[in-house]
């Protein structure tokens, strides 16, 4: 089942396929051999507008509704999964700059995204991932500048954004200018994306650079969260989507006991399952993105669409695996990437278990 959408987002829909299809699904397959970052990819969605799509008519942008990115991600990630996961990162690391930014800001960050330069998100720490609040590093005062030390890692796009927004403690410390990103990780999966660590060595941020109030970092940086994991559950969408389709062509393709696999029980109903959870993590996903323009609290509807659309994801990548058979197992074979692929999106923006503790902390008695 499809989503109704309006004719903007059909429109934007409409073009991500088009893009999608000619000019991310040929090089999916080299990205991902060969790790490498597409930056050929960053002019063509500044060419179609896709860069500017979170960004306000103000700022030159697209000013598109959450449920049209959501339709272009989905799109974009049924194609090829680190172009997806490279674009909704871009997006995640601007959110800061749009929830809670000066004018002077916002001109900065939104329009430079429309241009192509990207900002990136960075909040994880080692021993700070799922506990977000236990962050380690500090930001001194320095006049009308402040000084942050410690060090960040699964940065996207990292060494590729020319901003990062940074999440720190205020606390008094040392005082040694600096950024270092010395280490680009070898991932399992969406290996056309760009991952480092962010080492800050008391390196001067400008006071008017830090979006929003000081000692609020932390709801922004929750809040950010908030609109990531829409975008993370519609690249679960593609992916699921993605794998569904090999599976069914596969199933429906190949023979055995002289009769195509789906004909059997095991097989035909396993698809069947994944056509309706594919459908409820649709509705989930676009429920979210619909809460979102409207202007209604998306955490929790965010939460439950990331939770349920990446471990759909995870059924439709094993079943394409599966009914591949022994060539699933082979290289090369097109239910590999997206095996791998998968496997992040119940882990970043929050794993699994955040997304269950996040709705679970608003249950009351009597709801
Ligand atoms: N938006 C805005 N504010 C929020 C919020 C949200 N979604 N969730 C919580 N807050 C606020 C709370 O209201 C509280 O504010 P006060 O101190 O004024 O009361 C503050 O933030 C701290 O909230 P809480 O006490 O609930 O924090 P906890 O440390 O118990 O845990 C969770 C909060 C677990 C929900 C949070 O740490 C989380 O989402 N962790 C996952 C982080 C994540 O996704 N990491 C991936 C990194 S990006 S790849």
Same mark, same amino acid.
């Given at each position: ?29 080299? !990205?991902?051999? @060969? ?22 008519? @103000? ?30 990162? &871009?997006? !995640?690391?601007? =959110? ?11 001109? #900065?960050?939104?329009?430079? !995204? ?10 994880? *720490? ?20 402040? &000084? ?30 600096? =950024?270092?990103?010395? &280490? ?14 962010? *080492?800050?060595?008391?390196?001067? =941020?400008?006071?008017?650079? =830090? ?9 922004? #940086? !929750? ?10 559950? #519609? ?14 062509? *596969? ?61 759909? #994801? ?28 998968? &496997? ?24």
């Amino acid at each position: 089942m499809e989503p109704t959408l309006d004719d903007e987002a059909a429109h934007w829909r409409d073009l991500a396929r088009t893009v999608a299809a000619e000019r991310f699904a040929p090089l999916a397959g080299e !990205l991902d051999r @060969e790790q490498r970052y597409p930056g050929e990819h960053i002019a063509t969605v500044v060419e179609t507008g896709l860069s500017g799509m979170l960004v306000p008519a @103000e700022y030159d942008g697209r000013a598109l509704s959450m449920t049209a990115i959501t339709t272009v991600i989905e799109e974009i990630s049924a194609a090829c999964a680190s172009t997806g996961a490279l674009l909704a990162a &871009r997006t !995640l690391g601007a =959110v800061p700059a749009r929830l809670a930014g000066t004018e002077e800001q916002r001109r #900065a960050v939104l329009g430079a !995204l429309t241009d192509g330069s990207a900002i990136s998100f960075a909040l994880t *720490e080692e021993g700070a991932g799922s506990d977000a609040a236990a962050i380690r590093t500090r930001v001194e005062a320095d006049g009308d500048a402040h &000084r942050p030390t410690g060090e960040k890692i699964y940065i996207g796009n990292g060494g590729v954004s020319s901003r990062y927004v940074v999440f720190a403690k205020t606390d008094p410390g040392a005082d040694a200018p600096g =950024v270092t990103i010395d &280490r680009i990780e070898d991932k399992m999966g969406i290996r056309g994306t760009r991952t480092s660590n962010l *080492e800050l060595d008391g390196v001067r =941020v400008a006071a008017g650079a =830090v979006p929003g109030e000081v000692g609020r970092g932390l709801k922004l #940086a !929750l809040q950010t969260l908030d609109l990531g994991r829409v975008s993370v559950a #519609a690249q679960g969408l593609g992916i699921a989507h993605a794998a569904y389709r090999l599976a069914v062509a *596969e199933a429906t393709g190949r023979h055995a006991f002289g009769t195509p696999l789906i004909d059997n029980q095991g097989i035909g109903f396993r698809l069947a399952d994944l056509a309706v959870e594919l459908s409820a993590a649709r509705m989930l996903t676009y429920e979210a993105a619909r809460a979102y323009d409207a202007g209604q609290p998306v955490s929790v509807p965010g939460s439950m669409a990331k939770r349920y659309t990446s471990e759909v #994801a995870h059924r439709a990548v094993d079943l394409a695996v599966r009914v591949f058979g022994g060539a699933g197992f082979r290289k090369p074979c097109p239910a590999e990437r997206p095996y791998r692929d998968q &496997r992040v999106l119940e882990i970043y923006e929050g794993s699994s278990e955040i997304q269950r503790l996040v709705p679970a902390r608003t249950i009351t008695a009597g709801a």
